[in-house]
């Protein structure tokens, strides 16, 4: 089963460079997240799909854009990298319909900007 | 603002030993908490899920309480292995259909062989 993939797993860019990471799950589920991770700072909630053709800001939200493209795919792009986007970045989804509320986690992707 | 946090953020153990992972958060309009374990370089994977109705989830060797009113919860893992070793997250839900979640820091367990 793959569960929530996520491309690319690793990325160097330099300052200044646009990019976009890209999700997708095949458990047919409604809603899609994307998460920072950041030593001593935990998860942090960037965008958020609640269901296809609806995006909101989380948290951390400036400098980034997502896109849900369909139920099963949802990106986020890095218009103009800055050095603080370093960090790796999670992928995840959830079915809201069952009220379980359980988060499926990708594998992450580790962004480098220099 | 919602806040959440584990206590220790290290904790090494022998085998065989039965331990607790404690989280607490500052708010107890939480949706559901959930229990999360971290391997290194690796996503989350998702262990425990407690709704805001329920005081506890068993799973296997793992049992997660919660008791709201006082924002705490214990993740409890019976007979611990060197396959345990890993962080462990907690989460909680903001109440709202979105299940958005804050994080703790997370504790990272190592279990001497």
């Known amino acids: 089963n793959a569960g929530v993939t996520q491309t690319p797993k690793f990325q160097v860019l330099k300052t200044g460079q646009s990019m976009t990471l890209q999700c997708a799950q095949d458990?047919?589920?409604?809603?899609m997240y994307w998460y920072r991770q950041d030593p001593g700072m935990g998860l942090r909630l960037i965008y958020y799909?609640?269901?296809?053709?609806?995006?909101d800001k989380g948290e951390v939200p400036n400098g980034y854009n997502v896109s849900r493209l369909n139920k099963r795919e949802f990106s986020l792009r890095l218009e103009s990298a800055a050095p603080s986007q370093t960090s790796v970045y999670f992928c995840?989804?959830?079915?809201?319909?069952?009220?379980?509320?359980?988060?499926?986690f990708g594998e992450g992707s580790r962004l480098t900007v220099l | 603002k919602q806040e959440v946090t584990q206590i220790p953020a290290a904790l090494s153990v022998p085998e065989g030993e039965n331990l607790v992972l404690n989280c607490s958060f500052t708010?107890?309009?939480?949706?559901?908490l959930q229990w999360f374990r971290q391997d290194p370089g690796k996503g989350l994977t998702s262990l425990l899920l407690?709704?805001?109705?329920?005081r506890e989830q068993t799973s296997g060797r793992l049992n997660a309480s919660l008791d709201k009113s006082s924002g705490r919860s214990t993740l409890y893992i019976a007979a611990s292995q060197p396959g345990d070793s890993a962080t462990y997250l907690c989460?909680?839900?903001?109440?709202?259909?979105?299940?958005?979640?804050?994080f703790g820091t997370g504790t990272l367990l190592a279990v001497q062989p």
């Open positions: 995840a989804s959830s079915w809201e319909g069952t009220n379980t509320g359980e988060l499926f």
């Open positions: 458990m047919n589920h409604n809603s």
């Open positions: 799909s609640a269901s296809e053709g609806t995006t």
């Open positions: 708010d107890s309009a939480i949706y559901n």
């Open positions: 407690i709704q805001s109705s329920q």
């Open positions: 989460a909680v839900a903001d109440g709202g259909a979105t299940n958005k979640l804050i």
